[in-house]
C-alpha cells in the first residue's frame, strides 16, 4: 500500500560538509539512515556533495556571469527541481551551519524569482527537511536558519523535520566514529541513539507522506498565492489595512 | 468553491505583545489583516491576547502545581487544539521574538509528549505560520525561532508563512502609526507597503489550503511516524545504522 | 596580588530559571561554580532568583505605571547597577534561553537610554558574561542573543564570556543530577566535565580582569561615544559619507 | 592626547562581500565611514575583501594540505594577527550574514588552538566589533553570531560593538545607492541616517578606546585563563562542584 503511495517520489540530499571526497564526511552516515528509509519505500534518491563542485558564493543565478571562471549550480538546480523532497544536511561549526550549506541557501534563493506555470515561487508544491551532525552543540540552532529559508522560498514542511546527533558539550568523538582518543567506540558513537534514530525516521517519513499529498494535489491551488496574479492587481479577499 | 472548502476549518491568533489591554498592541493590527481574509473566506477565527491571562513561564501542563497561584493556560491549550490553524503573532524587542512569545512556545511545549489516537503528537496535522512587527530590525529571525519550535512539536508550516512590518533601521513609527514626532503619517505606517501585504495575503492563503489539505486527509497516516508504535517496537523501514 | 586587584569589585550573578523557589534549579548549581571562585577571590557577590520576583515583561522601566499590580524591577535594576560584574545564567528550553532571560533582557534594555555622568549608556564601563544549563543543545545559541544584547546596551564582553554544560543529544539528565531513570550517577552528571569546568574558570577570570581594568581607568573615556555629546552636536573624527 | 592614546594600534577590516572587485560593495561603503575615523585618528588600518582571495572553506590553518589546490588563508591570517582591532563587515542575505563571513569565522576559529607566550588563545588582547548592511532586516541577527564567535575565539567586545544599515521591510535600494528604479536618493541612502552614523561612530571609538586599553596593560594576565596552565594542572580559586 506505502509502496504505490511514495514510489513516484523523487528526493534529493545535499550534503553540506566541508570535507572533500574522498575524506570521510560524518554528515554522509547520518544522511545514509535516511536515504536507507527511502530506497526501501521505493523512492528515486539524488545526492550532492556540495563541496566537490564547482559552485561560488553569490545571490544570482549564474555566477559567471559575475567574475567566476565556473559555475555548476545551475546544472545542479535542475537536480534540484526535479526532487519532490530536498534535504539540507550540514555539520555544526562554532554552533552554526557550515558556510557550504549558508552558500547553498543563497544559490537556492537566487533562484527564487522563478515562478511555475501557476505564478508561484519555483518551490511551492515541494517538501524540505534537515540533517545536522556536530561533536557538540546546534542542532536545533541549525535547523531554525535551515527550515526557515526553505518555508521562506516556497518549501512546505512537514512535523518534526529536523534530526541530527551531537554528544556532550566540549570536543568528542562525531557521529559513527569507532575511535576516539585510541578507545574503541562500538557500536559507532551515536548509531544506538534511540532519539536520533527516532528523529531521523520520523523526519523521513513526514517529508514523504506531505511529498505524496502535495503531488496528489498537484500542489497548492493558486488562489491567494500567486506572484503572477498579484502584481496583475488580484487581491482575493485580502482588503487594504 | 473556495468557500466549500475552507468553511469548515479553524483558526487561531495568538498575539504575544507586550502591551496589557486595553493598550494599543501595534501588532494586532496586523494580524487583524490576515484574520479579516479569514473571516471573508467564512473561517471561524479565535484569537487570544496572552499578556491579559495569568499564564506563568513554565515547562509543565499546570504551573499551579508548581508553585504559582493560578494557571489559565489549560483552558487556553483547548482552544488551541481546537483549531486547526495556528498563528503566533509578536512585536521585536532587541532583535528577538517578545518574551511573551517564548513563553508561550514553552506552554505549547510543555504539551507535546500528548499525542493523537494514532499515536502522533497531538499537533500532527495542523498548519501554523507568524506575524512579526517592529520598527525596526527581526522579522525574520523572530521567525526562524517560531516557525522551528512549532515543527518541531508537530505543526505543518507553509510556503511562506512568516510575514511582518518593520521601518528603516533606528528608531520610528510603528505597524500603523499616524504620527511621529508631532508630524502626521497618512496612510498610516506601513498600511501600503505591497511587500507586507502580499506575504500576509500569501501566507494566510497557504495556511488554509495546507490546512484543508490536511483536515480532508486526517492528517498524516501513522505509518511512520507514531510515537507508540515506536515504543511498541515499530520500525517501518528504518534500518540500525 | 590578585585580592588587592579583584577585591572591590562587586558581581551579581541572575538565574533566570523557571523554577520557583525552593525547587530545584540546575542552572544554580554551574552559577555556583562560578560565584565560589569569585568569593575565593574576595570579590562581594549578589545573586537573584528572577522567577521569585514579582516582575513583568515590557519595554518600560516601571510597569506599574502600565497597568501591573506590581513591579519589582526599579529595585532589583538599583541592584545591577551597584555590580561591575553581570552573569546572566539560563536554562535551555527547544534550544533557545527561558523567557525569564528574555524577559530580564527586556527590561536592562528599557532602562538603556540612562545615561551616565559622561552622557554613556548607564552600562558603560560594566562587563557581562553568561551560563547556560541544559539536559541538550543550545549553549551556543542561548549565548548568542544574551551576550549581543549585553554588549549592545553597554556592556563589555571578555573573551571566552559564555560556558554552560549539556548533554548529549536526546532526554537525559541534567547538571548535578545524582539519578537518571532510576539509575546512580556518580560523580553527578557534568561535575566532571573538564570542558565545562574549564570555561566557566575561564569565564570567571576574564570577567575579573576586564572589570578590574575597567574600574581602573574609571570606565572609557567619553571621547566619540557620549550620546549627550552626540546630541549636541559634537562629531569627533567622524565625517559624514 | 587623544593621537598619543591611538597612534600606536593597528585595525583590519574584512569585508565579506559576495561580490568580487571590482564590482560594487554596498558594505565597503560603511566601512569607509569606520576606516576614515581611525584613519584620521593615525591608526594604521589594513583591509582584505575575502572574495578576491582564494580561500576555501573548512576547518583546517591549511586546507591546501585537504584536498585545496591554493589557500591563501595562513598569510591572511598574518595580517588578521598583526591587528589590535578586527572589524568583520558583512552584507546580509535571508537575513543572515553572507556564507564568505561564515566562512571566515571557520578559518579565524581554526587557529584558535594557537596561543600566545601566555598559554593563552592567540586572539587575547585584541577587540573586534562588526559593520552589517543590508537592503533589509537582519543587522542585529548577523551580528549576534559574528560577535559572539568572536569572543568565543578569545577576542573582547566594547560596548555597542555592532552597526549598520537597513532599510524598510522588503526589497529597496541599499546603502550608499543614488537611484532606485529610477529615481534619484539623494543624499544616497542611508548616508543621512543618524543612527548608522552614530553607531558607526560609537563602535569605532570603543574599539579604540578598548584596544588601546588592553595594550597599554599588555593584554589579559594569565592567572585563570592560560590554556597552558590548566592542562599542568594549576586551577586557581576554581573547586570541583
Known sequence: MIEKQFSDLHAIFINCTLEKSPRISHTSRLID????IME????SVDEIRLIDHEVPPGPYPDMSEYGWDQ???PSLFQRVLNADILVLATPIWL???SSVAKKLIERLDSMSDKTNEKGQFIYYGKTAGCIITGNEDGVKHSSMGILY???HIGYTIPPQADCGWIGEVGPGPS???TEYKGKKIDPPKGYDSDFTNKATTFMTYNLMHLAAMLKTRDGYPKYGNSSKSWKEGERWQFRNP
Chains 1, 2, 3, 4 share one sequence.
Open 71 to 73: 559555475d555548476e549550480w
Open 149 to 151: 529559508s526553505l518555508q
Open 175 to 177: 557521529y559513527g566514529d
Open 95 to 97: 554552533g552554526e551551519k
Open 33 to 36: 539512515v535516511s536515504k536507507g
Open 40 to 43: 526501501r519505500e521505493r523512492i
